[in-house]
């Protein structure tokens, strides 16, 4: 990849691009939607919204949220969403910010990172291997 790349916090005024990033990862929504929720993230100490920057602009982010169970001494962190801008995927960006929610989460005493990536996303689940995780078990939802 040419020039510099940086990993930062996001920021309230990252909403609109980082809606335009969602709706490339397959997830429609608009600014105004965006705004709030990420208003809720960077309110919560136990989550983070990781963006990366590339020639002067926010082109990926990482969101991860840390959690604590008591079947585990340690926490947990998931990451929650990834997404590369469509022009940018294979540069390793994807892999800059997975190396970063992983050192957020160290940091948090987590010790290890869980993520899901849905059944038809062939490509992330190899990019995931690559990355050295493992396919663990199945994840199941219910809409409430």
């Given at each position: 990849m040419g020039g510099?790349?940086?990993?930062?916090?996001?920021?309230?005024?990252?909403?609109?691009?980082?809606?335009e990033l969602l709706d490339q990862l397959g997830y429609p929504?608009?600014?105004a939607s965006v705004a709030a929720r990420l208003a809720r993230l960077l309110a919560d100490p136990a989550a983070a919204v990781l963006v990366a920057c590339h020639g002067g602009g926010v082109c990926?982010?990482?969101t991860v949220q840390s959690h604590v169970a008591l079947n585990r001494d340690a926490p947990s962190v998931q990451l929650t969403l990834?997404?590369?801008?469509?022009?940018?995927?294979?540069?390793?960006?994807?892999?800059?910010?997975?190396?970063a929610a992983e050192d957020w989460?160290?940091?948090?005493g987590a010790?290890?990172?869980?993520?899901t990536t849905a059944a038809h996303r062939a490509?992330?689940?190899a990019f995931y291997e690559r990355l050295g995780y493992a396919l663990t078990g199945r994840?199941?939802?219910?809409?409430?």
């Open positions: 510099t790349s940086s990993i930062r916090r996001t920021a309230a005024a990252d909403a609109p691009r980082l809606a929504t608009d600014a990926g982010f990482a990834l997404v590369v801008a469509d022009g940018l995927r294979g540069s390793g960006l994807g892999r800059e910010l997975v190396a989460a160290r940091r948090r010790d290890r990172l869980v993520l490509g992330a689940h994840r199941y939802a219910r809409e409430l």
